[in-house]
């Protein structure tokens, strides 16, 4: 065979190669330049032979690893990996992305319909799911495409459905009450132009105006608006709050 046949031939089976092998292997592949051709009966003796054996072994078996790229925190496949090889597409299987299980409630998605994508982008699928996230059912089926081709997804075997899929409401957060409104920011202008107006119509100034607050509300919202009168459970106020690395701000004088 070839001779990078043979190096892995003797690395393989453990058998010592000669020295017209290491020879040879210098002269073609340049693992030990100037020797290959240079070597007389007189030098191939018997302490020279294992030199050579283990400059020749120390140049094949050490490579450094180096790795190219960004990293990332997907574990797993992408979803047409794990679709397309089960029967029916995996239609009433259970599949969880890795990067929902840091949170303690359950999250996952039951497929209930796939269609394969042939004419775009062959890494995603397009699927109808019953998604649940944080034990919170989506009144509707949900659609799936635009992130089914990242490699984050991953199948439930059917013995682990059950206890996966099983969520106790005792062990749900308690819901949090929003403000209806919250105080202008210091340097929002705004708040001025409307004490302005206020005594250019003569209204009295009994109270200070306030912001009315809008939230975002999606399909597993934890969080709702008080209602008049309700005192709220979070509170909304200007300024910078408890920030999440006080280390950033410690040579910074901060107005109580």
Known sequence: GSPMKRVKTFIGHHIRPTIE?????STQYGILYGLGGHLDRSERSQGHQVELQTSFSFHITIMPIKYIGR???FKGKTLWEILGNLKNFGVGRIVVRSMLERYPEPSY???LKVEPVTHEDCRKVRVLIERVFRGRKYPKPVGLYSVSYKADYRLLHKDEEADYCSFDPGQEKPERILPRTAPFPPLFRVKELILRE???RGEPLSEEPVLEMSYHKGPCTVARIAIEGEVPTVAVNPGLGTPASPQLYQNCRMKQ
């Open 21 to 25: 092998d290491i020879c040879e292997q």
């Open 109 to 111: 998605m039951k497929i």
């Open 71 to 73: 990293t990332t925190d």
């Open 198 to 200: 206020m005594k250019a």
